[in-house]
Nanobody, 126 residues
Framework: QVQLLESGGGSVQAGGSLRLSCTVS????????IGWYRHAPGQKCELVLV????????YYVDSVKGRFNISRDNTKNTVYLQMSSLQSEDTAVYYC???????????????????WGQGTQVTVSS
């Protein structure tokens, strides 16, 4: 059974940093396409950043380029989302997902595909 567990969220002031972790069980992260979504109140759920099994990294939110990075540790079976220079607009619940969906445009997150973690709250205060 595939399970994903996020951790590392919290409250931080604008300009600060956080590192989110997504620990995966049931499948190897090296063999998986893992993405991070975020969902802010009143906003559409958006795919932020992904790392594929071939190591390819793709950004889907322009505003995080240069501030967010994604990486993985195969020995720990964990994917990380390193976030720096955080802004209030980054406030959201962040979800990691195995098998993400590109081009989805909906208010709710597309939980009908892939495997999802429970989410971790990131709050950035200005």
């Amino acid at each position: 059974q595939v399970q994903l567990l996020e951790s590392g969220g919290g409250s931080v002031q604008a300009g600060g940093s956080l590192r989110l972790s997504c620990t995966v069980s049931g499948v190897g992260v090296a063999d998986s396409d893992i993405g991070w979504y975020r969902h802010a109140p009143g906003q559409k759920c958006e795919l932020v950043l992904v790392i594929n099994s071939d190591g390819g990294i793709y950004y889907y939110v322009d505003s995080v380029k240069g501030r967010f990075n994604i990486s993985r540790d195969n020995t720990k079976n964990t994917v990380y989302l390193q976030m720096s220079s955080l802004q209030s607009e980054d406030t959201a619940v962040y979800y990691c997902v195995k098998q993400y969906l590109v081009g989805y445009d909906g208010w709710e997150c597309p939980r009908f595909i892939g495997h999802w973690g429970q989410g971790t709250q990131v709050t950035v205060s200005s």
